[in-house]
């Protein structure tokens, strides 16, 4: 609980915010745009704070947590359902669990998915009336669950967790004759809010081979609000986890491709992640796409690992405003030495916030780095930093 002496602390650091170190090769209005950027981000961090101190103190005691009451409702309700290939579960497949949900579901439901890997044949595709729709192309599952399937948590055993598997790519041909493109491409799809998958493997095998095109393979996009993973494995190539937007928490998960493998417009922060480059060409980790200077939108890496076997720029700019800040991270010589791109558009160079604080490892050698990137102070790199970056005093449970 932020208590009033820290807030004042606080206060007392924003009026000297504009002290922060001015770049020379920066012009006056670059920096100008870059203190408003600060500000902003202080700002709405300073807010948040005194908003969660003040809706704590009116709690009682016990519990001192501020949950979302769709969300508190729905826990009080919980339900859980078991899925097993053998017969041994309630379920022998993923869908047949999710089929039985109502839409509208206002209870948290629990899958319980035993060891294994889920990969069905000949899958068609039901109606927007069914609770759970599936794409076939194939031999693999794709799920899809839509957007009034609230409340979903698939579990997995932390020894042996379950794989769900796909192989689509951007250039398959769909059900209409068409390209299924990068967003339907993903294995699972989530578009329901308050998602949560514990030990979990989320796959897309479809390889990628240098110079082709169509060949993104998403292995989950979650485009959900309020979403969490924890202890799960996201593995892939081109596109692997597309974070496409809401409010996302990824803890201690393991995620691996070889070009922009961490995308979208999320509003996200990864916490103890192992991020593994697997590129065959210099490639980038991310590709943010914040596309206005207003959005809170971004990517925030704390105390995470880059490593692998291809080299990466830590982001690539696929927004004009594309916004990551990488903190307390250890960065294996694959980081490029620039550090950033801005995928041969200068103009972005002064729109795109990217950030380093106190990371570690060969990677972390600013020598070289982009003059547009910054190494952040302290003030500027908190509101980055924790649970609160993703409102998470609301809906995590556990952080």
Request: net charge positive; with cysteine.
């Amino acid at each position: 609980m932020a208590t009033k002496k820290y807030i004042n602390f606080l206060l007392f650091f924003l009026s000297l915010s504009g002290l922060t170190l001015q770049s020379l090769s920066w012009s006056p209005e670059r920096e100008r745009e870059y203190q408003k950027w600060v500000s902003w981000n202080v700002e709405n961090y300073q807010k948040k704070t005194l908003l969660r101190a003040e809706a704590v103190t009116d709690l009682p005691a016990v519990g001192r947590k501020v949950l979302d009451p769709k969300l508190q409702k729905a826990e009080m309700n919980k339900v859980r359902m078991s899925v097993s290939h053998d017969g041994s579960g309630d379920y022998m497949s993923i869908k047949e669990a999710l089929d039985s949900i109502p839409l509208y579901n206002t209870r948290r439901v629990v899958l319980e998915i035993k060891s294994g890997v889920y990969r069905y044949e000949g899958i068609r595709i039901p109606n927007y009336k069914d609770n759970i729709s599936y794409t076939f192309q194939g031999s693999r599952e794709k799920i899809l669950i839509p957007r009034p399937l609230h409340f979903i948590t698939f579990s997995g055993d932390s020894k042996d967790p379950p794989t769900i598997t796909g192989n689509n790519t951007a250039s398959v041909t769909g059900r209409d004759g068409k390209p299924l493109k990068t967003f339907e491409s993903a294995t699972v799809a989530v578009n329901s809010n308050y998602f949560v998958a514990i030990n979990i493997r989320f796959e897309n095998t479809a390889p990628h081979d240098i110079g082709s095109t169509g060949e993104q393979a998403v292995a989950l996009r979650i485009s959900g609000n309020k979403a969490a993973f924890y202890n799960c494995s996201f593995y892939g190539t081109q596109d692997t986890l597309y974070d496409h937007k809401g409010l996302h928490y990824f803890n201690n998960c393991f995620i691996q491709g070889s070009v922009d493998f961490i995308f979208g417009y999320g509003t996200s922060l990864y916490q103890n992640c192992y991020l593994n480059s697997i590129a065959k060409k210099k490639a980038s980790l991310t590709a943010q796409k914040r596309s206005n200077s207003s959005l809170s939108s971004g990517f925030s890496f704390k105390d995470s690992v880059i490593t692998g076997s291809g080299q990466v720029y830590l982001g690539r700019a696929w927004g004009d405003h594309s916004r990551v800040v990488f903190s307390y991270t250890f960065m294996d010589k694959v980081v490029l030495p620039q550090g950033w791109s801005d995928w041969g558009d200068q103009k972005r160079d002064s729109g795109v916030y990217y950030g380093e604080y106190k990371c570690s490892g060969p990677g972390a050698n600013w020598t070289g780095r982009v003059p547009w990137a910054r190494m952040l102070t302290d003030i500027e790199a908190k509101p980055f930093m924790g649970t609160y970056f993703v409102d998470g005093d609301t809906w995590l449970l556990h952080s």
